[in-house]
């Protein structure tokens, strides 16, 4: 069975920190790029990172690039998103998703194949 799991979202102050974990299981983990994304109340679900199997392939959204960086542990089959100088926008619920590496068109929602069940973020101004 394929599961990705969420965790570590949660209430954060502006300027604060969190740190997501997305697990993953059921599938080969290095045949997979691992995005990020994020769907506040009333807009679109937007991609925010992604981690490809190939060294260097890293993608951010504009909006969260020099704040938000991702990172894998394959022998976890785990990735994470650790998330500095969060801002109000920031909130929303983050999901994480898999899609046959590599990354390219990594914020296109359709190209995944499988997606966890979203943590929410929360920061208070």
């Known amino acids: 069975e394929v599961q990705l799991v969420e965790s570590g979202g949660g209430l954060v102050q502006a300027g604060g920190s969190l740190r997501l974990s997305c697990a993953a299981s059921g599938f080969t983990f290095d045949d997979y790029a691992i995005g990020w994304f994020r769907q506040a109340p009333g807009k679109e679900r937007e991609g925010v990172s992604c981690i490809g199997s190939s060294i260097g392939s890293i993608y951010y959204a504009n909006s969260v690039k020099g704040r938000f960086t991702i990172s894998s542990d394959n022998a976890k089959n785990t990735v994470y998103l650790q998330m500095n100088s969060l801002k109000p926008e920031d909130t929303a619920v983050y999901y994480c998703?898999?899609?046959?590496?590599?990354?390219?068109?990594?914020?296109?929602?359709?190209?995944?194949?499988?997606w966890g069940q979203g943590t929410q973020v929360t920061v208070s101004s």
């Open positions: 998703a898999a899609k046959p590496a590599p990354c390219g068109s990594y914020y296109y929602r359709t190209n995944y194949r499988y």
